[in-house]
């Protein structure tokens, strides 16, 4: 019997309600692939379009002197990237970018053809070309933020300073040893884009919080831009080799100038070479020469040597076993005083012998000397001083002025700051202290005191000889400021020759050392200079350019000069102190 109508409507009705039961089992199925079963690679896939996984890396901390003026910072040089995944036109975006950025056009349109999500086409450039680069507007390529470390002072202080690499790690001076403090800190995100490639967050807010610690230094940059002038001048006027130069405060250690010459500029350290990047105040040793003779005296003076003892300077020359001692200029009998104020070899000579190796080897490791300062400057060395049981019956004789042994210049000034500072050797401060970039105190170096080296008696006493070097008929005249009491002592220390045994006759170090106020010292300054050509004592060569630091120094500190200036040094006025 054939089927009705109603019937054919009904079998249609169920054939569409099985079809579309199948339609809706097939769209589950469909879901549950496409949701469960292949859910995270289509999100991770989906995310690639407009998600872009970045390590954002944190500026360098500052490095700043006493008074916050920015020694080394970090300035803005954004990076340019590329996604070559969106780049339609290779060779015509390369074309356009090489106009701004330089390089080779082949290897830009290059790195813009491969099949990867990113190319880096361009590392820390100046704002004006990241400018010039998104002006042109090409799909595909970013300008990520980044920053490049920037020495607003150029030269000054560059030795301590130091710098940092292509990858802002630092390589040299403070830049290197204190980089766990100074490097930035890196943080793993993502970078979202909309549909057009248009970054809708930098990072930039990011950043910020990752900046560097901040190092705060003892330097003073009007003092160390005094010290590199008038080292620089002298240097040059002697046609030196180079030169050193160092002021500290006596009563606390502290730095506050670390002068070279010849200088670098740490912005193109590449343009110098690799002898000029040292702190060579803390990593090179050389013989001290006559300074010492103020360490000798001082020792004999704490041993109960008294200050009006009467010496025989044998009229210039005096043999101790195979070797002749000479002076500059014959003396018969001196005092401890006179010694010092004339510098005389003889004299300081038969001082060692009277007080004893044992005894000039032990105040030499109480001075400090053949010892690290510890003052956390790369490559610091500790300088030379052989073991007593190592000593011939010369040695003690050699070194009591400046021979057989030797320093660093960091040493030379912290030993000279004792006597100025009461007999106290304080520890060299170089880095005040460690700021978060937040501000937060992390670290703070206080003035410590090393040991009481000699006793304040004697400081006095050895400062009152001091102070007749600068005065007439010493040999460090040159060094007088008008309205100040100088304490001051000269050195011409002859090199080691090359090409024999025993001491150049051509190669010379010239220093001079000294502080003032003689009742208060407020500076001590060291000036080295190596192998001067035209003149080559102490006295000529360094001695104007530690006068030109002091003199400038007192000024911008306000240091008045003094009312009741000593005109000389009697021998009586020596007996009373004693």
């Known amino acids: 019997m054939a089927a009705t109508p109603c019937e054919k409507i009904g079998s249609r009705i169920l054939c569409i309600r099985f079809f579309l039961l199948l339609c809706l089992v097939g769209i589950i199925i469909r879901s549950f692939d496409i949701q469960i079963l292949q859910g995270e690679a289509l999100k991770k896939k989906a995310e690639n379009t407009y998600v872009r996984r970045i390590t954002i ?120 040893s204190y980089n766990k403090f100074l490097e930035g800190r890196t943080l793993k995100t993502k970078e979202y884009r909309d549909g057009q490639g248009t970054i809708l967050n930098t990072g930039k807010n990011k950043r910020a919080g990752l900046k560097g610690d901040t190092i705060v230094l003892t330097l003073d940059k009007k003092i160390q831009f005094f010290s590199e002038e008038a080292l620089e001048q002298a240097v040059k006027k002697y046609r030196g080799k180079s030169g050193m130069a160092l002021v500290m405060q006596p009563a606390t250690g502290e730095l506050l100038a670390v002068a070279h010459y010849p200088e670098f500029n740490p912005n193109n350290y590449g343009d110098f070479s690799r002898s000029r990047y040292r702190n060579r105040t803390v990593t090179d040793a050389f013989e001290p020469g006559s300074i010492m003779k103020v360490i000798t005296v001082a020792s004999a003076i704490e041993r109960g040597m008294s200050a009006t003892t009467i010496i025989n300077c044998e009229n210039g020359n005096y043999r101790v076993g195979r070797s002749v001692i000479h002076d500059t200029h014959p003396h018969e009998y001196l005092t401890p005083a006179e010694i010092v104020k004339v510098s005389s070899n003889i004299g300081a000579a038969k001082i060692a012998q009277d007080i004893g190796p044992k005894a000039m080897h032990y105040y030499l490791k109480a001075f400090g000397f053949g010892t690290k300062t510890g003052i956390n400057c790369p490559a610091e060395s500790a300088g030379v001083i052989l073991p007593l049981n190592r000593w011939t019956s010369i040695d003690a004789v050699a070194i009591s002025f400046g021979q057989g042994m030797s320093v660093t210049a960091l040493q030379l000034i912290s030993a000279v700051s004792a006597i100025a500072n009461g007999g106290k050797l304080m520890k060299p401060l170089l880095v005040q202290k460690v700021l978060s970039n937040s501000g937060k105190i992390i670290q703070t170096n206080n003035p410590c005191v090393i040991r009481q080296v000699i006793s304040t008696q004697t400081a006095g006493i050895v400062k009152k000889m001091m102070a007749g070097v600068v005065q007439e008929e010493g040999t460090g005249t040159k060094a007088a400021i008008p309205g100040y009491r100088i304490c001051g002592k000269t050195s011409t220390a002859q090199k080691a020759a090359r090409d024999r045994k025993g001491y150049s006759h051509s190669r010379f170090t010239a220093a001079f050392a000294g502080f003032a106020p003689f009742d208060n010292p407020a500076l001590a300054i060291l000036v080295v200079v190596d192998e001067p050509k035209q003149n080559h004592y102490g006295g000529t060569v360094a001695a104007p350019a530690f006068k030109d630091i002091m003199a400038r120094s007192f000024n911008y500190l306000n240091i008045p000069p003094q009312t009741d200036m000593v005109a000389a040094l009697p021998r009586e006025v020596l007996h009373a102190a004693d």
């Open 57 to 176: 890396q944190g500026d360098r901390g500052l490095i700043l002197d006493r008074h916050s003026n920015k020694l080394g910072a970090s300035i803005e040089a954004p990076n340019i990237t590329a996604d070559p995944t969106q780049v339609k036109n290779a060779r015509q975006a390369a074309d356009q970018l090489v106009k701004i950025l330089g390089g080779n056009r082949t290897e830009i349109e290059k790195k813009l053809s491969r099949e990867r999500r990113f190319a880096l086409l361009a590392s820390r450039v100046a704002p004006a070309k990241a400018d010039a680069v998104k002006k042109l507007n090409i799909v595909g390529i970013y300008t990520p933020d980044n920053s490049k470390r920037f020495y607003p002072n150029r030269r000054l202080a560059a030795q301590v300073i130091g710098f940092t690499g292509k990858d802002d790690q630092g390589l040299e001076g403070l830049e290197f």
